[in-house]
T-cell receptor, first 115, second 112 residues
Framework: EAGVVQSPRYKIIEKKQPVAFWCNPISGHNTLYWYRQNLGQGPELLIRYENEEAVDDSQLPKDRFSAERLKGVDSTLKIQPAELGDSAVYLC?????????????FGEGSWLTVV | AQSVTQLDSHVSVSEGTPVLLRCNYSSSYSPSLFWYVQHPNKGLQLLLKYTSAATLVKGINGFEAEFKKSETSFHLTKPSAHMSDAAEYFCVVNTNAGKSTFGDGTTLTVKP
């Protein structure tokens, strides 16, 4: 079974430019997460979807970040315009339900460098 | 509210010696607890999880963790470290609202 797939793996952009990351979750997983991981820190949740609905986007900087999950499968995370402080790893993850005991499976991440 | 504290940012052991990575948590609900490992330039891989069954949980690669409610701890152990265990380890607490909180991670170094 394929895991969570993310692309691109690496991206270098100049500040003020836009960037987008794509995620394909594990087949059948209703819940999709986007996390941001800064160097030397643990992942922090940006947004969580249950099917097509964003049920927790309280930590998403909505002035420059947006996300969508059309048809409740793939998802895209966009940053426009990017700032130097956005340099981080963006992790997509999925689980079969947004409940306590269900395991969250992670992709390998999209590494963003803003110069 | 919930939080996770990984008590050591770095742990260094010699190959063949025991590993102890410490994690304390706080949660208003009965939590589920997880340990993930992250090798350089890789995503996070689940090592083990506790979901209110047996308090001693066995995971992959010889790791295990014990849930101690009275101490609000979920420490990760392994009897004998291998070089391949060198990585970043994250303790995670989940609530029944589907919210996950990560610790800041512990870097494990294994010396030959």
């Amino acid at each position: 079974e394929a895991g969570v797939v993310q692309s691109p793996r690496y991206k270098i952009i100049e500040k003020k430019q836009p960037v987008a990351f794509w995620c394909n979750p594990i087949s059948g997983h209703n819940t999709l997460y986007w996390y941001r991981q800064n160097l030397g820190q643990g992942p922090e949740l940006l947004i969580r979807y249950e099917n097509e609905e964003a049920v927790d986007d309280s930590q998403l900087p909505k002035d420059r970040f947006s996300a969508e999950r059309l048809k409740g499968v793939d998802s895209t995370l966009k940053i426009q315009p990017a700032e130097l402080g956005d340099s981080a790893v963006y992790l997509c993850a999925s689980s079969s339900r947004g409940q306590t005991g269900n395991t969250i499976y992670f992709g390998e991440g999209s590494w963003l460098t803003v110069v | 509210a919930q939080s996770v504290t990984q008590l050591d940012s770095h742990v260094s052991v010699s190959e063949g010696t025991p590993v102890l990575l410490r994690c304390n948590y706080s949660s208003s609900y009965s939590p589920s607890l997880f340990w993930y490992v992250q090798h350089p330039n890789k995503g996070l891989q689940l090592l083990l999880k506790y979901t209110s069954a047996a308090t001693l949980v066995k995971g992959i690669n010889g790791f295990e963790a014990e849930f101690k409610k009275s101490e609000t701890s979920f420490h990760l152990t392994k009897p004998s470290a291998h070089m391949s265990d060198a990585a970043e380890y994250f303790c995670v607490v989940n609530t029944n609202a589907g919210k996950s909180t990560f610790g800041d991670g512990t870097t494990l170094t294994v010396k030959p």
